[in-house]
């Protein structure tokens, strides 16, 4: 078992408040890690407006695939009372507040079905911004713990408090599954600054019963209990155990506590300025940068695999139209039927393939029996101006089902999807190198975090040869109401072929997982095409939503 694995001997409520204070507080706490660059609040206070200003304009650095912008997500954490309000309060009025994002969430129960840093993708900052969020998806994690590690006398005994192993075994799953995201956040130039401010519970309670106006809490617990903080700062003992990311500030002193928040902020954003950058081995001369990404297929970093079989041996059967509309309706029936036996769960189709393979003909075959209001269909093409200002991966969380919108659909259907990152962004030389040998790891854990959510991932590709894709370039170009299907790309990509099928190869030996496998389609006869898309998704779907 891996270190991160482990499960932690259950301890003692009282042993393990001990155990935080004097293990993990006087370990990491002190009163300013970077006092050796104390400025006083002037110095401070230029430093921080200069070093806003000068993130946001890595955004006009040019060309864009040799300079990457940062933005800094700074996550605010830890006990109620403790200077979290007074700290950012300051930072806002020391740098340009409308250049600085600020959110807040409350926690909650994390929705079923989708992994529980989903529904805080939208506000991740832009690259060249700042933003502070309150809460985040660690208020949700603490939220469900502290429900699982606390037990109420007015519940039934099935309600009671889950052992400790329990919970902190869920508790450790979770924080790797976040230590991953936030991993990839920050190799997609999102860097992450995590503040974890912590007073003592005398401190604590006397604050609860001062004069001043409470804000509104973080956690949905009760902070007057002195059993619910013993059990909080268990759960804080794990959490800042196993994640040695965070930086702890003392919240016993507002003022100080602040002072170092802004300390931490300016270093944050000076790093995040270091990794915006021209690499001053590479060159702006426009053409030799892209003549230096289209090495990508050459790298020495990358062994492409051998061409499968069933990329190279496209079936030629041929089917009768009568036989095939018997064998829609029919298929379409069962798929309808399986789709709404989901019993709530989420579903994600995929599609990719060669141009003209017959994705929009399978999706139109797919959704026919189905409600419009039952699913959404997202056709994926060159990314906008301000989807390349986040990770490259959030255009598709931010569209996967949601459980905190209103809309009731929960099947999304994608007509090109994330895998253009090692597909045309890595022949096209819109991608580094290291940016999507990178992305095949980071496609897989944002597939693995669906899946151990619940959600379903049906991924396809579709297979045609080079003589069956030029006849149907050719009928586009002949019938009226298809022409916009062609564009001057496909021609262009016609000359790449072998490019592609390669890119193909690799990509499907390196994300066909257990819990996302992939189901290629290689036929030159659509009508099956559509069949045997049905005939896949029907068989995946009976073995979760019933026989």
């Known amino acids: 078992m891996s270190k991160n694995n482990k499960t932690t001997e259950p301890t003692a409520p009282q042993a393990l408040t001990a155990q935080f204070s004097e293990q993990i507080i006087d370990e990491r706490l002190t009163p300013n890690p970077l006092s050796q660059f104390s400025m006083d609040n002037d110095a401070l206070r230029l430093a921080l407006v200069t070093a806003q200003y000068a993130l946001r304009a890595t955004r006009q650095q040019t060309p864009p695939i040799l300079n990457k912008p940062t933005g800094l997500l700074v996550l605010v954490n830890g006990m109620e009372q403790a200077g979290k309000g007074t700290a950012v309060k300051q930072l806002r009025q020391w740098v340009d507040p409308r250049l600085l994002k600020v959110e807040a969430t409350v926690g909650d129960c994390p929705s079923v079905y989708q992994p529980i840093w989903q529904v805080h993708t939208k506000v991740l900052p832009r690259h060249g911004d700042v933003m502070v969020y309150f809460g985040n998806w660690y208020a949700d994690l603490l939220y469900n713990v502290m429900r699982m590690a606390t037990s109420d006398n007015d519940k039934s005994d099935n309600d009671k408090a889950l052992p400790i192993a329990q919970w902190q075994a869920y ?47 973080l956690y949905q617990i009760d902070w007057n209990s002195k059993k619910v903080i013993e059990t909080f700062n268990q759960v804080a003992t794990v959490l800042l155990r196993q994640q040695d990311d965070w930086i702890i500030i003392d919240g016993d002193n507002k003022s100080d506590a602040a002072d170092h928040f802004c300390h931490e902020v300016l270093q944050a954003m000076q790093t995040a300025l270091i990794s915006s950058k021209i690499n001053k081995v590479q060159t702006s001369d426009k053409s030799k940068a892209k003549k230096q990404a289209q090495q990508a297929l050459k790298s020495a970093k990358f062994e492409p695999v051998k061409i499968p079989k069933c990329l190279k041996d496209i079936d030629e059967a041929e089917i009768d139209k009568s036989d095939y509309r018997d064998a829609l309706v029919e298929k379409q029936v069962r798929l309808a039927q399986l789709l709404r036996a989901r019993k709530g769960r989420h579903i994600v189709f995929a599609f990719e393939g060669m141009d003209a393979a017959g994705k929009g003909g399978a999706i139109k075959r797919l959704v026919a029996p189905l409600d419009p209001r039952e699913y959404q269909i997202y056709n994926i093409s060159a990314p906008m101006l301000y989807e390349l200002q986040h990770p490259y991966l959030w255009r598709f969380w931010t569209k996967l089902p949601n459980e905190q919108t209103d809309r009731i659909s929960r099947i999304a259907i994608f007509d090109r999807t994330w895998y253009g990152r090692v597909l045309v962004e890595r022949i096209e030389g819109f991608a580094t190198d290291e940016e999507w040998q990178r992305a095949y790891d980071e496609i897989n854990r944002f597939e693995a975090d669906l899946a151990a959510a619940g959600t379903i991932v049906i991924k396809y590709w579709l297979a045609i040869d080079k003589k069956e894709q030029l006849k149907r370039f050719e009928a586009r170009q002949e019938t009226p109401h298809k022409q916009f299907k062609l564009t001057d790309d496909d021609w262009r990509n016609r000359d790449k072929w072998s490019d592609y099928v390669q890119s193909a190869a690799d990509m499907l030996a390196r994300t066909d997982t257990e819990y996302a496998p992939w189901c290629v389609i290689a036929t030159n006869e659509k009508r099956q095409a559509r069949l045997d898309v049905l005939d896949h998704a029907i068989k995946q779907l009976s073995a979760v939503c019933g026989s």
């Open 171 to 217: 508790l450790q799953q979770q924080l790797i599954e976040l230590q991953a995201f936030e991993q990839d956040l920050a190799a997609n130039q999102t860097r992450l600054l995590k503040c974890w401010f912590h007073v003592d519970i005398e401190t604590l309670q006397a604050r609860l019963n001062d004069d001043e106006a409470d804000p509104q809490f």
